[in-house]
């Protein structure tokens, strides 16, 4: 458990004590008593729960704009502007260009990138184990329940980042320019706990598979589609 839920689960503790006390003098015929407790025991769950939900500020949506124009891309990208370069970590997926790119582990998706005119929205469950937390990012903004609430970090329109308590990222993806789309970050699958670890400036790995820095994979044969990252070891892409 994250040390920031010791005070929830102390004050929901608490209702439950108050509760059951305030249920025993039910029991024993003292009213008075029994409603007292009953308020304060409804009183300290309130408060768990209201501590427990943090308020995110209601800022607009703000969408990653694109860096640099193509032609001042890196060298290693391929110059055929109809194709989109994802560095996954230090792992290259060369796809058909999207307004879109879902990226799955057996069927089931752990992030989500939309580009539209006005830049990039991202989408997933992601944390940092070793830190003990996690967080959920719905089109650039967390959603409860999240943890680092006021630990994003946006150091350019660009790019959008978590970083743990020593200040270090701990996720990130950067939209370097409209045909190159960073990522790195511990991603959750939806309704399972396996994980898709992307390491800044490594290689990738999830169960059943993985790719070692500066592998290169060449998707673009593939129809536009989800990312499937398979347990087999195999990278596909499926409508």
């Not at 789309?181 to 999830?206: K, L, N, P, Y």
């Amino acid at each position: 458990m994250n040390p920031e839920w010791l005070p929830v689960l102390g004050l929901i503790l608490a209702g439950l004590f108050t509760g059951a006390l305030a249920l025993r003098a039910l029991l024993s015929r003292d009213g008075r008593h029994a409603v007292l407790l009953g308020v304060g025991a409804v009183g300290w769950i309130a408060l768990a729960l209201a501590l427990g939900r943090p308020e995110f500020p209601p800022d607009p949506i703000r969408p990653l704009t694109p860096g640099p124009s193509p032609a001042a891309r890196a060298p290693e990208d391929d110059p055929d502007t109809s194709y989109t370069s994802l560095y996954l970590g230090a792992v290259v997926l060369r796809v058909p260009a999207s307004n879109r790119y879902d990226l799955a582990l057996d069927g089931k998706r752990f992030l989500a990138l939309e580009t539209n005119r006005k830049g990039l929205l991202l989408s997933c469950d992601a944390g940092s184990p070793k830190d003990n937390f996690e967080f959920h990012v719905r089109r650039n903004r967390f959603v409860y329940p999240s943890w680092p609430a006021g630990k994003q970090n946006r150091p350019d329109e660009h790019t959008f980042a978590v970083q743990n308590a020593d200040s270090a990222d701990v996720f990130r993806v950067r939209y370097a320019n409209r045909h190159r789309i960073e990522v790195m970050g511990v991603f959750f699958t939806a309704g399972s706990r396996d994980t898709v670890e992307i390491r800044g400036h490594g290689g990738i790995h999830w169960p059943g598979g993985g790719a070692p820095p500066n592998t290169v994979m060449d998707l673009r044969h593939f129809p536009k589609g989800t990312i499937e990252f398979e347990k087999s070891g195999l990278v596909r892409m499926k409508r």
